[in-house]
């Protein structure tokens, strides 16, 4: 069982940035992935990471903006996030992936799930 807890949401300006962690029981071999929920919407991809970190994918509102990066000495993977915009705001969660690199959009393909964090962005 992989248990993840997320943290770093929060209130930010339009144009500012946040960093999201998200710590897990442990890492295992896991690729890694972030969605978020707004409010009266469907959850959706938001990025992924392999579980060597050498590869990573994102959903084409976030790219350029958003960088996902992991480090498995210390069980965490990170969302940084910049140039924050009003449609970014979200609850935001992390997921272990397992069904392989070729499911990393698939929310279904995610056995894991952390508890959420919450980013709101002020316009």
């Known amino acids: 069982q992989v248990q993840l807890v997320e943290s770093g949401g929060g209130l930010v300006q339009g144009g500012g940035s946040l960093r999201l962690s998200c710590t897990t029981s442990?890492?295992?071999?896991?690729?890694m992935g972030w969605f978020r929920q707004a409010p009266g919407k469907e959850r959706e991809f938001v990025a992924a990471?392999?579980?060597?970190?050498?590869?990573?994918y994102y959903a084409d509102s976030v790219k350029g903006r958003f960088t996902i990066s992991r480090d498995n000495a210390k069980n965490t993977v990170y969302l940084q996030m910049s140039s924050l915009k009003a449609e970014d705001t979200a609850v935001y969660y992390c997921?272990?992936?397992?069904?392989?690199?070729?499911?990393?959009?698939?929310?279904?393909?995610?056995?894991?799930w952390g508890q959420g964090t919450q980013v709101t962005v002020s316009s």
């Open positions: 997921a272990a992936n397992t069904g392989g690199w070729g499911t990393v959009v698939v929310m279904n393909a995610y056995g894991y």
């Open positions: 442990t890492f295992g071999n896991y690729h």
């Open positions: 990471i392999s579980w060597r970190g050498g590869s990573t």
